[in-house]
């Protein structure tokens, strides 16, 4: 058991809470109490404390362009093809290096669980390996290594557009049916069906990537087993074309054809919607992953965040292709996206915004509990508010100053199922992460 004391801490709302202690009893939060003095034998826990934040969509490969992509223009689809080299180039031992730095980044970034939305399958001739989850295996290693939850969201990915075939890189992303793909998840959830830190979910590329036979069944499979289900959906506009182009349908309403709108499934981005679009998300109760630094770093577009919300959706955010790892950037880049299409400020709350980088996270995701409640899983994030982001910050103004000022940089500790895994900015297991990082890109890129 242990007391972890914070001087302001959210639990809700808009409003901080002062004097606010959390005892935790085999990772699960236990008791909260507020008011109170320190007790003797607490972690103080200094400037704001924040339930952990949830990264809900991550492809942690993508961290190899970081800094590479920059300079030569084009579009997503240019993009696209230098991710597809970085892919090539992978193998289970290269993935764990480099997610280890990864997750070690997100780590210090106060972020607690994060969703991986794994394609990276097999050999880059599309052959299996021996064990035929030596990539997810990694992932998972690389994620118990640094100490964070991980919810593995082993993707289906069946063909290359609506009448392309799988060929060259994402060659490695197919299992060849959606009969394979199912066999080959069966091993890894039975593998990780008694891990509290790494659960499976399941995940269809896209509607141009998985038919729509197939993608009742990948949902199925994970309504069957209580897992989390997710889908890119309208990230750009080509795909829409092709979509309507190939069936007459949108590709919301190839979702709907397939009877995957379900409170369960979560789609991604979800940037270019008609008004028939959203009324679907809306009624189903999705979750709604925005990536906001992605969809601008990418020309994407800006998404209908505040239309969705209203109409039912649940927000989450995510990293996505790891062009900055800092939910407190996309959690505004909620708000700040839809302040540039509807030109108008305070569209989201504060405190709707954090529920996105964390509770709606968690949500999504499917995770137990969120937020520092009883039940809740212990995990805790400490924001410092005597640096230069947050100098002046005032607890009066409640968590505005804390969603709108702090970035990644902030965060000072970082506990995980009642274990502190960063300390004063530190992690206490791993060091020298910036040299951690670069081998493992250099290993990938040259």
């Given at each position: 058991?242990?007391?972890?004391?914070?001087?302001?801490?959210?639990?809700?709302?808009?409003?901080?809470?002062?004097?606010?202690?959390?005892?935790?009893?085999?990772?699960?939060?236990?008791?909260?109490?507020?008011?109170?003095?320190?007790?003797?034998?607490?972690?103080?826990?200094?400037?704001?404390?924040?339930?952990?934040?949830?990264?809900?969509?991550?492809?942690?490969?993508?961290?190899?362009?970081?800094?590479?992509?920059?300079?030569?223009?084009?579009?997503?689809?240019?993009?696209?093809?230098?991710?597809?080299?970085?892919?090539?180039?992978?193998?289970?031992?290269?993935?764990?290096?480099?997610?280890?730095?990864?997750?070690?980044?997100?780590?210090?970034?106060?972020?607690?669980?994060?969703?991986?939305?794994?394609?990276?399958?097999?050999?880059?001739?599309?052959?299996?390996?021996?064990?035929?989850?030596?990539?997810?295996?990694?992932?998972?290693?690389?994620?118990?290594?640094?100490?964070?939850?991980?919810?593995?969201?082993?993707?289906?990915?069946?063909?290359?557009?609506?009448?392309?075939?799988?060929?060259?890189?994402?060659?490695?992303?197919?299992?060849?049916?959606?009969?394979?793909?199912?066999?080959?998840?069966?091993?890894?959830?039975?593998?990780?069906?008694?891990?509290?830190?790494?659960?499976?979910?399941?995940?269809?590329?896209?509607?141009?990537?998985?038919?729509?036979?197939?993608?009742?069944?990948?949902?199925?499979?994970?309504?069957?087993?209580?897992?989390?289900?997710?889908?890119?959906?309208?990230?750009?506009?080509?795909?829409?074309?092709?979509?309507?182009?190939?069936?007459?349908?949108?590709?919301?309403?190839?979702?709907?054809e397939a009877g995957v709108l379900e409170p369960a499934t979560s789609v991604v981005h979800a940037t270019h919607l008609d008004a028939d679009d959203l009324d679907r998300l809306g009624?189903?109760?999705?979750?709604?992953?925005?990536?906001?630094?992605?969809?601008?770093?990418?020309?994407?577009?800006?998404?209908?965040?505040?239309?969705?919300?209203?109409?039912?959706?649940?927000?989450?955010?995510?990293?996505?292709?790891?062009?900055?790892?800092?939910l407190f950037a996309e959690a505004r880049g909620v708000e700040l996206h839809d302040r540039l299409r509807l030109r108008r400020r305070g569209i989201h709350s504060p405190a709707h915004?954090?529920?996105?980088?964390?509770?709606?996270?968690?949500?999504?995701?499917?995770?137990?509990?969120?937020?520092?409640?009883?039940?809740?899983?212990?995990?805790?994030?400490?924001?410092?508010?005597?640096?230069?982001?947050?100098?002046?910050?005032?607890?009066?103004?409640?968590?505005?100053?804390?969603?709108?000022?702090?970035?990644?940089?902030?965060?000072?500790?970082?506990?995980?199922?009642?274990?502190?895994?960063?300390?004063?900015?530190?992690?206490?297991?791993?060091?020298?992460?910036?040299?951690?990082?670069?081998?493992?890109?250099?290993?990938?890129?040259?």
């Amino acid at each position: 058991m242990t007391a972890y004391h914070a001087a302001w801490a959210w639990l809700g709302g808009d409003d901080l809470v002062a004097e606010v202690t959390v005892v935790e009893r085999d990772g699960i939060i236990t008791e909260v109490t507020a008011g109170g003095p320190v007790p003797h034998d607490a972690v103080v826990l200094d400037g704001v404390v924040i339930p952990g934040l949830v990264n809900a969509h991550s492809h942690v490969f993508h961290r190899a362009l970081r800094h590479r992509t920059h300079g030569f223009g084009g579009d997503f689809w240019r993009w696209r093809q230098a991710m597809l080299e970085v892919a090539a180039r992978l193998d289970p031992d290269t993935l764990a290096d480099l997610a280890t730095g990864v997750f070690t980044e997100m780590a210090l970034a106060g972020i607690t669980t994060v969703g991986e939305f794994h394609y990276l399958h097999h050999d880059p001739e599309g052959i299996a390996y021996g064990d035929p989850n030596a990539m997810g295996h990694a992932l998972a290693h690389a994620a118990h290594e640094v100490g964070i939850r991980l919810v593995l969201l082993d993707t289906c990915y069946l063909r290359g557009g609506f009448d392309t075939p799988l060929e060259g890189p994402p060659r490695r992303f197919g299992d060849g049916d959606v009969e394979s793909w199912a066999s080959r998840v069966e091993l890894i959830r039975r593998f990780y069906r008694d891990n509290t830190m790494v659960r499976l979910g399941t995940a269809a590329h896209s509607v141009r990537a998985v038919p729509s036979g197939a993608m009742t069944l990948v949902a199925g499979y994970a309504a069957e087993h209580r897992m989390p289900f997710h889908v890119h959906l309208s990230e750009q506009t080509a795909e829409n074309d092709a979509a309507l182009s190939a069936t007459g349908l949108t590709p919301t309403g190839l979702l709907a054809e397939a009877g995957v709108l379900e409170p369960a499934t979560s789609v991604v981005h979800a940037t270019h919607l008609d008004a028939d679009d959203l009324d679907r998300l809306g009624a189903a109760a999705v979750g709604v992953v925005a990536c906001p630094t992605t969809e601008a770093d990418l020309g994407d577009g800006l998404g209908p965040f505040a239309e969705l919300a209203e109409a039912g959706a649940t927000l989450a955010v995510g990293s996505d292709q790891q062009v900055g790892i800092d939910l407190f950037a996309e959690a505004r880049g909620v708000e700040l996206h839809d302040r540039l299409r509807l030109r108008r400020r305070g569209i989201h709350s504060p405190a709707h915004l954090l529920e996105a980088a964390t509770s709606g996270g968690a949500r999504s995701l499917g995770t137990v509990g969120s937020g520092l409640t009883v039940g809740a899983p212990a995990d805790l994030v400490a924001i410092a508010t005597d640096g230069v982001a947050l100098g002046g910050w005032s607890p009066e103004h409640g968590i505005a100053g804390v969603v709108f000022g702090a970035s990644a940089s902030d965060v000072t500790d970082v506990v995980v199922a009642g274990r502190r895994i960063v300390s004063v900015g530190v992690h206490r297991e791993i060091d020298r992460v910036p040299e951690l990082i670069g081998r493992a890109v250099r290993a990938v890129v040259g």
